[in-house]
């Protein structure tokens, strides 16, 4: 089992800036693949980011590209979403993932492990 819990949400502007941590434990975190996801009200859940482990690899939905940054100190078993200048359209709860393998997907699906979310909302 792995369990993982997220912080750092909170209400901003827009051009504004939020880091999300998820911290993870249980089993070896090291042999995960995470992940970042968000729904919005009213919204399918989406994929915003993935890393691979041990971090060399990640990759981005197009709408956060340049904007969002995640990352992972497998040390301390967790992994952060650094997000700059966030727009209205960002707000959503954030979800981390972790799927036991050396690669993230897109997939929500192929994760194994979720936390509970943590609200970002941003003003306009």
């Known amino acids: 089992q792995v369990q993982l819990v997220e912080s750092g949400g909170g209400l901003v502007q827009a051009g504004g800036s939020l880091r999300l941590s998820c911290a993870a434990s249980?089993?070896?975190?090291?042999?995960?693949?995470m992940g970042w996801f968000r729904q919005a009200p009213g919204k399918e859940r989406e994929f915003v980011a993935a890393i691979s482990w041990p971090g060399a690899s990640t990759r981005y939905a197009d709408s956060v590209k340049g904007r969002f940054t995640i990352s992972r100190d497998n040390a301390k078993n967790t992994v952060y979403l650094q997000m700059i200048s966030l727009k209205p359209e960002d707000t959503a709860a954030y979800y981390c993932a972790a799927r036991f393998t050396n690669y993230g997907t897109t997939a929500g699906y192929e994760y194994d492990y979720w936390g509970q979310g943590t609200q970002v909302t941003v003003s306009s």
């Open positions: 249980g089993r070896t975190f090291g042999r995960y693949a």
